[in-house]
Nanobody
Framework: QVQLVESGGGLVQAGGSLRLSCATSGRFFSSYTMGWFRQAPGKEREFVANIPGNWTGGRPYYDESVKGRFTISRDNAKNTVYLQMKSLEPEDTAVYYC????????????????WGQGTLVTVSS
């Protein structure tokens, strides 16, 4: 069983930055595709970014709404994936979820097998 624990959420002013972390248990972390999703109040969960497992040779992939502002990265030695968020906007306010799958995945939440409990990010105007 893979467990994911997010941290780093909080309250920030518009234009500010936050870094989210997702610590992952289980073996073979380096092979997992890791993703970040978010869910704003009253809205459906949406894809933010993902980073493939090392075996694929693939590159990080971002939703257009965050491209150039958010950066996803991973530290396989620490079994952790990060989401660095800059130039935050009130529209980025949401609960952010970390997700993982052993296979390849893109932006559909159904492609991911494991989920964290979420961390709240609030951006004030």
């Amino acid at each position: 069983q893979v467990q994911l624990v997010e941290s780093g959420g909080g309250l920030v002013q518009a234009g500010g930055s936050l870094r989210l972390s997702c610590a992952t248990s289980g073996r073979f972390f380096s092979s997992y595709t890791m993703g970040w999703f978010r869910q704003a109040p009253g809205k459906e969960r949406e894809f933010v970014a993902n980073i493939p497992g090392n075996w694929t040779g693939g590159r990080p992939y971002y939703d257009e709404s965050v491209k150039g502002r958010f950066t996803i990265s991973r530290d396989n030695a620490k079994n952790t994936v990060y989401l660095q968020m800059k130039s935050l906007e009130p529209e980025d306010t949401a609960v952010y979820y970390c997700a993982a799958t052993r296979g390849q995945a893109r932006r559909a939440s159904g492609e991911y097998d494991y989920w964290g409990q979420g961390t709240l990010v609030t951006v004030s105007s």
